[in-house]
């Protein structure tokens, strides 16, 4: 009994010197391949190289490479940048890059957002949409087809011609209805909005209220049976009212002269045309000679 626990005790030593050994020699290993790791590194990193950066990060930060011209350092981030996804180990948090077509994405398999020329459906990046589905190039996805939706008619309008509802026998009226959903690239369009038909009614007299413009300035412009139509000065009669009154009596006798000078004219051109005619006629005519 006794030689048994002393075999056991002697046991568990030696399995405690083996694993005392390993953790000696993962230092050692450690230390020749990172020369300058140091234990009060910044910015998140838990230890760090000169060279390399961050070797490892505290607990929930990620680790990611980044490059800076022909040289990848370590950091340690909150959050994984675009186009990379974060995934938990128990020994440590990486970030992974997305798919080529990915921009963004949840996880390996999940897209949230694909690169140009792409659009996205269910977590993929497609070249085109499925069928029942169009590219919306806004967002760039795949969404579903909208068609155009409109209300119902509204009432006619009462029957009108040129505006009035009076003083007619046929016209027109019309209704119409509003759009509720404007249809997407490949949906159905919208039917027409609005609609006219002729219409009848009993003709009525339109009551001074009613009439239009034009025929109340027509009634204006037109004077009444009993009343006489007055003259309307002119810009001439206004200048000649204004005119000195020598200069008003001057143009008055030369028109007189005027006058009279026309009127010797016509006697003396009637005087002329008798004298023509008197001796038109006192002319002897001449005598045509009778051959026996």
């Known amino acids: 009994m006794h030689l048994r626990l002393i075999s056991w005790l002697f046991i568990i030593l030696n399995f405690m010197e083996y694993i005392g050994s390993q953790n000696a020699s993962r230092g050692r290993r450690q230390r020749r391949m ?4 140091s234990q009060g590194c910044q910015g998140g990193c838990a230890t760090c190289s000169d060279y390399n950066g961050c070797l490892s990060c505290k607990p929930r ?11 990848q350092i370590g950091v ?7 186009g990379y996804y974060g995934t938990r180990y128990p020994d440590i948090n990486k970030c992974t890059k997305c ?7 949840f996880n390996k398999n999940f897209c949230t957002k694909c690169k140009s020329g792409f659009y996205l459906h269910l977590g993929k990046c497609l070249d085109n949409c499925p069928e029942g589905l169009e590219a919306n190039n806004h967002t760039m996805e795949c969404v579903s087809i909208v068609h155009c939706e409109v209300s119902e008619w509204n009432p006619w309008s009462p029957c009108t011609k040129k505006g009035k509802t009076c003083g007619f026998k046929r016209g ?4 119409v209805r509003e759009i509720i959903q404007h249809p997407s690239a490949k949906g159905n369009l919208c039917p027409p909005t609005n609609e006219t038909r002729k219409c009848t009614v009993q003709r009525k007299k339109c009551q001074k209220g009613e009439r239009g413009k034009k025929g109340r300035e027509r009634k204006r412009k037109k004077p009444n049976k009993g009343e006489s139509k007055e003259a309307i000065p002119d810009s001439k009669s ?3 009212s ?15 002269r ?13 005087l002329a045309e008798g004298l023509t005619s008197v001796s038109q006629r006192t002319q002897p005519t001449p005598c045509r000679r009778r051959y026996l």
């Open 34 to 37: 990172h020369p300058n790791v």
């Open 61 to 71: 930060l990620f680790f990611a490479l980044e490059r800076i011209g022909m040289k």
């Open 76 to 82: 340690c981030l909150s959050s994984c940048p675009s």
């Open 99 to 105: 798919k080529a077509d990915c921009d963004t994405c």
């Open 172 to 175: 027109t009226e019309t209704r």
């Open 238 to 240: 206004l200048e000649s």
């Open 242 to 256: 204004k005119e000195i009154p020598e200069q008003r009596e001057n143009k008055q006798q030369q028109k007189k």
């Open 258 to 270: 005027k006058v009279q000078d026309k009127q010797k004219s016509g006697i003396e051109v009637t």
